[in-house]
């Protein structure tokens, strides 16, 4: 079966950390871009951070840069989400997607009205949940 599968979510404080992560089972990601996209209950998905097949190029929307680091570790599979001084607007189910496009990779990873269908993405895992609370 070919699957993204998330994992690494949970509650912690303001200021806390965790890492999320993303492991392909029944494909490799070597080949993919992956990005990390979340969702509140009401609101559009949008992307949060990707990165290209070859880890040349990643993208970060504003309010996570400097704060989440994305990277990839082709050998077991798994894309990771570093995700550090998290605040309540953090909160979010965090997907994890993949897909080969000759689209760059930040375009992608802008969750434009005509992506929010998910369709131009080969792949997408079940969700996470992300909860920053006191």
């Known amino acids: 079966q070919l699957q993204l599968v998330e994992s690494g979510g949970g509650l912690v404080q303001p200021g806390g950390s965790l890492r999320l992560s993303c492991t392909a089972s029944?494909?490799?990601?070597?080949?993919?871009?992956i990005g990390w996209f979340r969702q509140v209950p009401g609101k559009e998905r949008e992307g949060v951070s990707c990165v290209s097949s070859d880890e040349s190029t990643t993208y970060y929307r504003r309010s996570v840069q400097d704060r989440f680091t994305i990277s990839r570790d082709n050998a077991k599979n798994t894309v990771y989400l570093q995700m550090n001084s998290l605040k309540p607007e953090d909160t979010a189910v965090y997907y994890c997607?993949?897909?080969?496009?000759?689209?760059?990779?930040?375009?992608?990873?802008?969750?434009?009205?005509?992506?929010?269908?998910?369709?131009?993405?080969?792949?997408w895992g079940q969700g996470t949940q992300v909860a920053i609370s006191s």
């Open positions: 029944g494909f490799t990601l070597d080949s993919y871009a």
């Open positions: 997607a993949a897909w080969r496009s000759l689209t760059t990779v930040q375009q992608m990873c802008l969750m434009t009205p005509r992506r929010q269908s998910g369709l131009e993405y080969d792949y």
